[in-house]
């Protein structure tokens, strides 16, 4: 689509809707920037924008004559698509594109696409490493924090962009292509906003849309949903295990990665040359194995950078040792799955903190996967009480509810002696005590480096 001279409303003033009028303005677009929180003031929205760039700014409502003059829509992720707001310019013919399907309109060169309910932060940044001990030009974009837009214009043929999509991302993506996609797994969240876990999967399996047997899409065969899409997939599919072996595909045995390619086998590395662990970051650096493979990069420089690559922050992050105590910030364990992987990776008696916003999630599973490890359960936020009750019908009777973040951790000191671990890794999302999971684990870490030796 031609973008100047033409009226773009831009749906939300977070930094995907600030990178996205940044974007709008160098192309020569006319951005509405429009948010409806009214308790926002148009000099605070202007303040998020750079020195220079421009934006017709409206607050809380829509002037009828504003919508009536818009020749495209561009959602922030954080906006529903169902809304009869958003309705309303379907209806009128308008295209509605999210943040992704602009940059990818405005961009060049080669693209990752990285999705899946858990592990694609950790794995976006392993790949974008990867791909940077290998190319001179990349960028790592996205749902990890980096608004694509802002580096979509500056990308030529040489660039590869490296991208973190959710799910509400994909909701709004319509030529978006990607060289190498993948689909780390798929477990149940934020039905709160995609109603059905078949509208969920439907969002996910989004990213191989326009794909062709001409690009490669990385799935894990260990998880039902993933297995179920190859068969369908448009993509040619690499496979990744960590449960058996594969005919084709890599796949963890014991100790080891092996990679299974036209009936050879081939050792790539042992798990404990990494600095990550747990299961979960086994099949995130098999992901970035396979997918850093599939662009070309050989393998000694993947094996290089895997071997020195350390947790990213807020995911299964050791924070320090204190009075023989473990503590470990899992904060982005945001969802029951994600918190599963926190507590498998746990390898001494445990205190948990769990809890948070209500994603009208179901916590059985994770409560079973505590396998005895956690010796007591500090519960926190709206959903205590609920993950509480989860917890008595399982058995676990040492749960302790705070009313604060901060009690939570003075029980966790007290609880905890030395040959323990406490583990943030709360299940849920941070909304209500907390603006993002990234202010939650920092605050984790200070009060854990604040603690006396």
């Not at 109603?195 to 490669?216: C, F, G, L, P, S």
């Not at 040359?273 to 992901?287: I, K, P, S």
């Not at 749960?399 to 040959?419: H, K, N, P, R, Y």
Request: hydrophobic letters at 40%; charged letters at 25%; aromatic letters at 8%.
């Amino acid at each position: 689509m031609e973008l100047r001279n033409k009226k773009v409303l831009v749906v939300g003033s977070g930094v995907s809707g600030v990178g996205a009028v940044e974007a709008l303005n160098r192309v020569g677009a006319e951005p509405v920037l429009f948010d409806a929180n009214e308790k926002l003031t148009v000099d605070e929205v202007c303040k998020k924008l750079p020195s220079g760039v421009r934006a017709q700014i409206v607050i809380g409502s829509l002037p009828a004559e504003t919508e009536d003059s818009v020749d495209l829509v561009v959602l922030s992720p954080g906006v529903p698509t169902d809304t009869e707001f958003v309705q309303a310019f379907r209806d009128r013919g308008v295209q509605i594109w999210g943040e992704i399907e602009l940059a990818y309109e405005l961009g060049r060169g080669r693209v990752i696409g990285i999705t899946g309910t858990n592990g694609k932060t950790t794995t976006t940044t392993l790949v974008g490493e990867i791909m940077a001990a290998h190319c001179p030009d990349v960028d790592v974009v996205g749902n990890i924090g980096n608004p694509y837009t802002l580096t979509a214009l500056d990308a030529t043929e040489e660039t590869v962009t490296v991208a973190e999509i959710s799910s509400f991302q994909l909701e709004t993506i319509e030529k978006f292509k990607p060289d190498v996609s993948a689909i780390l797994n798929i477990t149940p969240d934020h039905l709160n906003r995609h109603h059905t876990m078949e509208n969920y999967v439907a969002a996910k399996e989004a990213i191989t849309r326009n794909q062709t047997k001409e690009q490669v899409c990385v799935l894990n065969y260990e998880n039902e949903y993933t297995r179920a899409f190859g068969a369908r997939c448009p993509a040619r599919v690499v496979w990744f295990s960590s449960a058996r072996r594969l005919e084709e595909g890599f796949y963890q045995e014991g100790e080891e990665i092996y990679q299974a390619s036209k009936g050879e086998i081939t050792r790539i590395m042992n798990i404990h040359d990494m600095n990550l662990v747990g299961t979960c970051n086994v099949e995130n650096v098999m992901a970035a194995i396979a997918m850093t493979q599939a662009m070309g990069v050989p393998m000694e420089t993947i094996l290089a950078v895997v071997r020195q690559f350390k947790a990213v922050e807020h995911r299964i992050e050791f924070v320090a040792t204190k009075k023989g105590v473990d503590y470990y910030n899992d904060s982005k364990g945001t969802n029951p799955d994600a918190a599963i992987q926190g507590i498998r990776a746990m390898t001494k008696p445990t205190v948990l903190i769990g809890g948070g916003y209500d994603k009208q999630s179901e916590y059985d599973e994770w409560i079973e996967a505590f396998d005895g490890k956690v010796k007591c359960f500090v519960l926190i936020g709206q959903t205590r009480e609920k993950i509480a009750a989860c917890a008595a019908k399982h058995g676990i009777d040492n749960v302790i509810l705070a009313d604060t973040f901060e009690e939570a951790l003075t029980i966790c000191t007290q609880q905890a002696v030395s040959g323990d671990a406490v583990l943030l890794s709360p299940a849920c999302a941070s909304w209500g005590m907390f603006p993002n999971y990234e202010v939650r684990g920092r605050m984790f870490k200070e009060y854990v480096n604040k603690l006396e030796d």
